[in-house]
Each structure stands twice: as C-alpha cells, then as structure tokens.
C-alpha cells in the first residue's frame, strides 16, 4: 500500500517538516514551496497542511479530504465556497494559550508599570519618579472568550483582575464573572481597564471596534489585539490614540501586514506594535503535527475532527 502524502504549504516549512517526520514516519511529506507547486499539486492532494493557501483555486481539488489549518485563525482561507463538499476543515486552535496569554500579560504590565516609560527615562539618565497602578481590582475585557481567551481570563483571574467577556454563543466560563453575547459587546468595552481581543475575523466580527465601539472605551482604558488587525478600525483607533481618548494599545496584527510604513499608528508613543508574533513558540509545529495526526485517524474511523472548522460560521 503507498503512504498517505501530506502536502504542506507554509512560508516556512522546515520545523513542520521536522515535527511530522518524528510523529507520522510512515506518511510521505512534500513541500510546496510557492504557489505554482500548490497549483500544479492541487489536483493530487488528499491531505494538506496550510497556512495561506491560494484563493479560489479549491474546485480543482477533486482528491481532497482534509485541509489542516496551521494557526488557529482561518480568515486566510474561508469563505471558499469553491471548496467541494465533503472537505474537512481543521485549525490549530488549543496550542496557543499559554504563551499568548503570557504575551497579553507582558503588554497589559507594560502599560500598567510604565515600562516604556522607565527605559525612556533611562536612555536620558534621568532619575525621575511616576506613580504605577496596581492590577488587582481592574476589570480585565476579553472579546472572545475562546481557547485563547479562557486562557487569558484565568491569568487575570490570578492577579485579582476581575474579569469579563465576549463568547459568540455565552457558556459559563471559570473565573469569568459574565459571558455576554456580542450584541453587548459594548457593555464589556465601557467596564474595562484593559480589553483584550481574541475573537476570529469573520464576517460578524470584521470592523466590530469600528470608532462608536472605540467610544465606548473609558479614557484610561488600554486596548490589546492580538487576534486580527480587520477586527479594529486602524484609522479611529490612531485618532483615539493620538487625541488620548484612550490611554494606549499593543497591537500584534494589523489590516496590512506588514504594516506599511507610512502608517500612522507607527509614530504614536502610546501605542505598542509588534509584528504579529504573539501566537509563535518553540515547539509549535510538534503541537500541529499532533493535531494532524490525530485528524487523520479520525478522518478513518469517521469521528469529528479535532478542531473541525465550520465553515458556515466561519471559525
Ligand atoms: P477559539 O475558536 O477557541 O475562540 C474564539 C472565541 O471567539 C470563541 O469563544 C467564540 O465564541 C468567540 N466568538 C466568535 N465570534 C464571536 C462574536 N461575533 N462575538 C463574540 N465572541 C465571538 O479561537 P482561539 O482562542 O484559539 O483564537 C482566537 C483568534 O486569535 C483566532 O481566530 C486568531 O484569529 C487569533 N490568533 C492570533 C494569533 C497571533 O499570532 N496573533 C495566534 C493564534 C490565534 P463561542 O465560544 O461561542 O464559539
């Protein structure tokens, strides 16, 4: 019987490569390394591992069975509605937690120590004093209480934050005093110190902090995005910044990545940008290739996948 080909098609395929050859050593792994191999391939494929596959090429992939997402977001592929039916769709989300929400910590302690504030002071040589607040008693937002968010909420939780939400369809979550719907959205944003944005960019979340939602926001308030930059209006969020209508923002991910350098949010010093890096650490890939290699015996027996996308609901 031949083995089972995984196709991979990621800007850099190395430590995938490196993962699924120690966990799936009887499958046969390929690289495509630009977008003409996947094209060329597609037709082949059965089973690929992608992370920003071409658009609106998928009606050729007549072999397909399973689409392995590599990040958890899944922006960069649906909608496709080229897709044929029967294709099962997974993403990475579940492997992220930890470090993201140590990353969500570091910003919100950034703001909340002032720490640009001390290495700007110590690049002059200037000893100068400033009062710092404390994070116990502040209400810590999270839009999105998914994998990540829960995550993030019980790191909150930990430093007597207290915290609330956002979740699509609300479930009680540990430590979360009220899940709300998004259409209260805006009640969470008025309450909180610190909002952080862990939702998926779909078609109901594209332009959600949109400048009455930022309005929303207490002055004093610091907004985290470490999910999608198409989730928050740029233009009114630098406006914000600018005119300290709100205190501050880190910002992992912009509309336009790289973030072109004529944008203004560059240039604002109460603004934190780093260049879409939170969701990456060591031993990533190992975390993928054992999603992928638990998906490809459930695509055998017929069970669920772990971390089926739905693609109706765009997440
Ligand atoms: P999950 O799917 O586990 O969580 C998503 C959460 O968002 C769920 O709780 C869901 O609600 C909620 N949600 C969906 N739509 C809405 C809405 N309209 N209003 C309110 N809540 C909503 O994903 P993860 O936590 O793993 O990841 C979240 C996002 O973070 C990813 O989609 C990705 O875009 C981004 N990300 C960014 C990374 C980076 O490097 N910067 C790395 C990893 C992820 P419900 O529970 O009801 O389904």
């Given at each position: 019987?031949?083995?089972?080909?995984?196709?991979?098609?990621?800007?850099?395929?190395?430590?995938?490569?490196?993962?699924?050859?120690?966990?799936?050593?009887?499958?046969?792994?390929?690289?495509?390394?630009?977008?003409?191999?996947?094209?060329?391939?597609?037709?082949?494929?059965?089973?690929?591992?992608?992370?920003?596959?071409?658009?609106?090429?998928?009606?050729?992939?007549?072999?397909?069975?399973?689409?392995?997402?590599?990040?958890?977001?899944?922006?960069?592929?649906?909608?496709?509605?080229?897709?044929?039916?029967?294709?099962?769709?997974?993403?990475?989300?579940?492997?992220?937690?930890?470090?993201?929400?140590?990353?969500?910590?570091?910003?919100?302690?950034?703001?909340?120590?002032?720490?640009?504030?001390?290495?700007?002071?110590?690049?002059?040589?200037?000893?100068?004093?400033?009062?710092?607040?404390?994070?116990?008693?502040?209400?810590?937002?999270?839009?999105?209480?998914?994998?990540?968010?829960?995550?993030?909420?019980?790191?909150?939780?930990?430093?007597?934050?207290?915290?609330?939400?956002?979740?699509?369809?609300?479930?009680?979550?540990?430590?979360?005093?009220?899940?709300?719907?998004?259409?209260?959205?805006?009640?969470?944003?008025?309450?909180?110190?610190?909002?952080?944005?862990?939702?998926?960019?779909?078609?109901?979340?594209?332009?959600?902090?949109?400048?009455?939602?930022?309005?929303?926001?207490?002055?004093?308030?610091?907004?985290?995005?470490?999910?999608?930059?198409?989730?928050?209006?740029?233009?009114?969020?630098?406006?914000?910044?600018?005119?300290?209508?709100?205190?501050?923002?880190?910002?992992?991910?912009?509309?336009?990545?790289?973030?072109?350098?004529?944008?203004?949010?560059?240039?604002?010093?109460?603004?934190?940008?780093?260049?879409?890096?939170s969701g990456w650490f060591p031993g990533y890939a190992?975390?993928?290739?054992?999603?992928?290699?638990?998906?490809?015996?459930?695509?055998?027996?017929?069970?669920?996948?772990?971390?089926?996308?739905?693609?109706?609901?765009?997440?």
């Amino acid at each position: 019987m031949n083995a089972l080909r995984i196709h991979i098609h990621h800007e850099s395929p190395d430590a995938f490569v490196a993962s699924l050859e120690k966990r799936l050593p009887d499958c046969e792994l390929v690289c495509w390394r630009s977008d003409e191999d996947f094209l060329r391939g597609l037709p082949e494929a059965e089973v690929i591992l992608a992370h920003r596959p071409p658009r609106g090429q998928w009606a050729r992939a007549s072999r397909l069975r399973l689409l392995q997402m590599s990040g958890a977001g899944v922006d960069t592929l649906l909608p496709a509605p080229d897709l044929l039916p029967g294709v099962r769709i997974a993403n990475a989300r579940g492997i992220h937690g930890a470090h993201m929400s140590e990353f969500a910590l570091a910003m919100i302690l950034a703001f909340e120590k002032r720490l640009p504030t001390w290495r700007e002071h110590q690049q002059k040589r200037e000893w100068v004093y400033h009062g710092m607040g404390t994070l116990a008693g502040k209400t810590l937002g999270i839009l999105g209480l998914g994998a990540i968010g829960r995550e993030v909420a019980r790191v909150g939780g930990a430093l007597g934050m207290r915290v609330i939400g956002t979740q699509r369809t609300p479930k009680p979550v540990d430590g979360v005093e009220s899940v709300l719907p998004p259409e209260r959205t805006a009640d969470v944003l008025r309450q909180s110190d610190f909002v952080v944005v862990l939702l998926p960019l779909t078609a109901e979340t594209r332009g959600l902090l949109n400048a009455d939602m930022l309005a929303c926001l207490p002055r004093h308030a610091v907004l985290v995005n470490l999910a999608r930059g198409g989730i928050v209006d740029e233009a009114a969020l630098a406006g914000a910044l600018r005119e300290r209508r709100l205190r501050g923002a880190a910002l992992d991910v912009f509309e336009r990545e790289p973030l072109p350098a004529e944008s203004p949010l560059w240039d604002l010093p109460n603004a934190i940008l780093t260049p879409h890096v939170s969701g990456w650490f060591p031993g990533y890939a190992d975390g993928v290739a054992e999603i992928l290699g638990e998906n490809l015996a459930r695509l055998e027996t017929g069970e669920p996948l772990r971390n089926e996308v739905d693609p109706a609901r765009g997440y």
